[in-house]
């Protein structure tokens, strides 16, 4: 019996282990409509910053090689400028998201501005 509830406990710490591992993964399709939502307008559909708009706010690319030595792989860093927005000499320029989107949505985000970064997604094209 003693045995029994032990394996159940174990199996039910794995089962929580693997979901947690999977939802720190990055889900692009998710992540997509949120940047096109609220990403895109001002950084372009592709992160690029080659738009109209973008030039004009001076948006940054999120596809630099500026960005990735900055970031890396922290996505905790990101998090907060997403969760926070980003504001440079009293004037706003990123608006704070952390009541719009749940902390998934800006995880899952953030893994997908990493993705955009990496040199691996650079190899791809
Ligand atoms: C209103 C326009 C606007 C929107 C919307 C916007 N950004 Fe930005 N973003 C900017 C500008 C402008 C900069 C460049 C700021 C600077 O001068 O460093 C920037 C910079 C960044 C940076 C680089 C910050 C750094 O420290 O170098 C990241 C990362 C970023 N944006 C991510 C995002 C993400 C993710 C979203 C969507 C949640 C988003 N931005 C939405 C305008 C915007």
Request: proline letters at 1%; aromatic letters at 6%.
């Amino acid at each position: 019996m003693k045995f029994t509830f032990i394996t159940a406990i174990c199996a039910l710490a794995l089962t929580l282990g693997v979901m947690d591992a999977r939802a720190a993964e990055l889900d692009e399709k998710k992540a997509k409509i949120i940047w096109d939502k609220y990403c895109a307008f001002c950084h372009g559909e592709d992160a690029k910053a080659r738009t109209t708009i973008a030039r004009k706010v001076n948006a940054a690319d999120l596809t630099s090689e500026k960005i990735q030595r900055k970031f890396g792989d922290n996505r905790e860093e990101l998090m907060e400028i997403i969760s926070k927005g980003l504001s440079k000499r009293d004037k706003n320029i990123m608006k704070p998201l952390k009541e719009k989107l749940k902390k998934e949505e800006i995880e899952n985000l953030a893994l997908y501005v990493l993705k955009l970064s990496s040199k691996d997604q650079k190899k791809d094209k």
